[in-house]
Nanobody, 122 residues
Framework: QVQLVESGGGLVQAGGSLRLSCAASGRTFKNYAMGWFRQAPGKEREFVAAISRSGGSIVYTDSVKGRFTISRDNAKNTVYLQMNSLKPEDTAVYSC???????????????WGQGTQVTVSS
């Protein structure tokens, strides 16, 4: 089992920045690829970014490329999502997830956090 706890969400104006953190406990963090997903009201959960176990491979959804940066610190059992130039359409509950390999599908991840709310005002 892996327990994941997100933090860092909040209310920010358009153009602002937030950094989300996801702290993992339980099984060895470095053995898992990590992903960030988001779900806006009335919409399906969508992929945002993912990072491989070593951090050597990273993928983003097109809408966040150049604005968001995913990173991980295996010594701290934490994955981060730096979000810059935020837009109102980025408003959603952001969740981190752990899986055996990097990917953009929710089916590839076995463990999920509860999520943290990000609200971007115009």
């Amino acid at each position: 089992q892996v327990q994941l706890v997100e933090s860092g969400g909040g209310l920010v104006q358009a153009g602002g920045s937030l950094r989300l953190s996801c702290a993992a406990s339980g099984r060895t963090f470095k053995n898992y690829a990590m992903g960030w997903f988001r779900q806006a009201p009335g919409k399906e959960r969508e992929f945002v970014a993912a990072i491989s176990r070593s951090g050597g491979s990273i993928v983003y959804t097109d809408s966040v490329k150049g604005r968001f940066t995913i990173s991980r610190d295996n010594a701290k059992n934490t994955v981060y999502l730096q979000m810059n130039s935020l837009k109102p359409e980025d408003t959603a509950v952001y969740s981190c997830a752990a899986g055996t390999r990097i990917g953009d599908s929710t089916r590839m991840y076995d463990y999920w956090g509860q999520g943290t709310q990000v609200t971007v005002s115009s």
